[in-house]
C-alpha cells in the first residue's frame, strides 16, 4: 500500500492514515484464532505451559468444579423430566456448556456483578446458590426470594451479586453497560460481566451496550456463549461475518475468542479479561466458542432443525464434562469408582432438594398485586377486590390449599 507523507487525516471518527492505493475491505479468509489449553482428549497441548502462573487453579479446585459440573447436569435432566411430568412450567437446560459458566465465573471476584441471560445457572452454581434455591424458585414456593413471580430458570440473588434474570432478550447488556460506569465511578477494583448468546449480538441492546461500555471506558466482560443457535436459526442463517468477536474492533473493544468446552483455556482468557478491564478500565469481548447440546428450551423441539448425528457429536465426543474427565483421569485425579459415586450422589441430592421444594406452599395469592408501586393504585384495588369475590364464588376450583393463607 503507497501511503502519502503530505499529512494525515484529521478526520474525528477515524484512526487512519491516507493511501493513494484504493482497497476495498474484505472479509477475512481466517477467522480470529480459537484460544484452547486442553484438546478434546483432555490433553493438555503445551505442556511446557501447564501448569503456570496464569493457571492458578488447585487440584481440589478442578476436581469441585468438575463435581459440579456433573451436578448441574444432572440437575437439569431431573428438572427437564419434571416439567415433562407437569410438575414446573418451563425450564432450560445448560448442556454442553457447563465449562463457560465454571470456567469464567472461577476467574472473578465474587464482588463482580454479573447479569446473566438466561443459561448460566452453573455461575450461581459456583458462587454459592443452593440446590434448594434452585428448585425454590422453579417450583415458585414461599422460600423463593421472587415470590414466585418469574418463570422457573430465571435466577437471582443479592448476596451472590447475581442480577435477577429477565425474559426479553438482551435487555440485561445495555444495563450490565450502565452498571459498569456506576463501579468506574465508584472506584473500588470490581467490574461487571454480561452473558450473552449469539443470538442476543442480533439485538440493538447489543449494539447500544457496546457503543456505551467503549465510549464511557466502562470496566465490563461482554461474555457471549456462541452456542450456534438462537433457538432455531443456525449462525450461517444469522450472520455473515466471522463470529462475535470480529466486532469487537468495530466497536473500539479488545476481544478474545476462547474454546468454550476447555475449563481451562475459559478460566484464563476470563481472568485476562477481567484484569484489563479493572486496570485500564474498558470493557473487553470474550467469544466463548461452545455448543448447546439440549433444546433451546422445554418449548423446543431441536430434531425439526439439527440431526441426530450432529448432536451426538457434541454430546459424545467433545463435550466440556467429557473433555475434563478425562483430563481428571489422566492426572490421576478421578477414576470410574469416583464417577459412579459421583452421579448417585447428584441424583440423590437433586432428587431430594426437588421434592422438598415442590411439597412447600406457593405464596399468598395476593402477592401479585404487591412489591411494583409503594401505594396500590385504585385500579389494582379494583382488580384485587375482583379477585378476592371470584375465588370466594369459585372457591371449590382452584388449588387454594396450596398457597399461603392471608
Known amino acids: 500500500r503507497y501511503y502519502s507523507s503530505e499529512d494525515v487525516p484529521l478526520f474525528p471518527g477515524s484512526n487512519s492514515k491516507y493511501t493513494t492505493k484504493l482497497h476495498m475491505i474484505r472479509p477475512e479468509e481466517d477467522g480470529i484464532e480459537v484460544y484452547r489449553i486442553m484438546d478434546k482428549h483432555g490433553e493438555i ?30 440437575m437439569d435432566r431431573i428438572m427437564y423430566d419434571s416439567q415433562r411430568q407437569g410438575r414446573i412450567s418451563f425450564y432450560m437446560t445448560n448442556y454442553g456448556e457447563e465449562a463457560t459458566h465454571f470456567g469464567s465465573a472461577a476467574a472473578l471476584d465474587s464482588g463482580d456483578l454479573a447479569f446473566g441471560q438466561y443459561r448460566e445457572a452453573g455461575v450461581l452454581l459456583y458462587r454459592g446458590f443452593t440446590l434448594d434455591n434452585f428448585m425454590n424458585q422453579c417450583y415458585a414456593n ?52 454480561c452473558y450473552f448468546g449469539d443470538g442476543a449480538a442480533s439485538e440493538g441492546d447489543a449494539h447500544a451496550a457496546f457503543n456505551f461500555a467503549a465510549t464511557l471506558s466502562a470496566p465490563i466482560i461482554f461474555f457471549c456463549r456462541n452456542n450456534g443457535y438462537a433457538i432455531s436459526t443456525p449462525t450461517s442463517e444469522q450472520y455473515k461475518g466471522d463470529g462475535i468477536a470480529s466486532r469487537g474492533r468495530g466497536y473500539g473493544m479488545v476481544s478474545v475468542r476462547v474454546d468454550g468446552n476447555d475449563l481451562f483455556a475459559v478460566y484464563v482468557a476470563t481472568k485476562e479479561a477481567r484484569r484489563v478491564a479493572v486496570e485500564e478500565n474498558i470493557p473487553v469481548l470474550v467469544e466463548a466458542m461452545t455448543y448447546r447440546v439440549g433444546h433451546h428450551s422445554t418449548s423446543d423441539d431441536w430434531s425439526a432443525y439439527r440431526s441426530a448425528d450432529e448432536v451426538s457429536h457434541w454430546d459424545k465426543i467433545d463435550h466440556p464434562i467429557i ?52 401505594e396500590l393504585p385504585e385500579i389494582l384495588k379494583e382488580q384485587r377486590q375482583e379477585l378476592e369475590e371470584h375465588l370466594q364464588k369459585y372457591k371449590d376450583e382452584y388449588p387454594l390449599d396450596k398457597f399461603q393463607s392471608q
Request: with cysteine.
Open 142 to 193: 414461599v422460600l423463593d426470594d421472587g415470590k414466585g413471580k418469574q418463570m422457573p430458570v430465571h435466577y437471582g440473588s443479592k448476596p451472590l451479586n447475581f442480577v435477577t434474570i429477565s425474559s426479553p432478550l438482551a435487555t440485561q447488556m445495555p444495563q450490565a453497560s450502565g452498571a459498569a460506569y456506576a463501579l468506574k465511578r465508584r472506584g473500588d477494583g470490581k467490574c461487571v460481566i
Open 45 to 74: 497441548i503445551n505442556q511446557d505451559e501447564f501448569p503456570n502462573d496464569t493457571i492458578k487453579l488447585e487440584q481440589s479446585e478442578i476436581v469441585s468444579m468438575y463435581r459440579n459440573m456433573v451436578l448441574l447436569s444432572t
Open 323 to 374: 473433555r475434563l474427565r478425562l483430563f481428571l483421569h489422566k492426572q490421576g485425579l478421578w477414576n470410574d469408582d469416583l464417577e459412579n459415586e459421583l452421579k448417585k450422589e447428584c441424583r440423590k441430592d437433586v432428587m431430594e432438594a426437588m421434592k422438598k421444594a415442590e411439597k412447600i406452599q406457593k405464596p399468598n395469592l395476593y402477592e401479585i398485586f404487591t412489591d411494583v408501586y409503594d
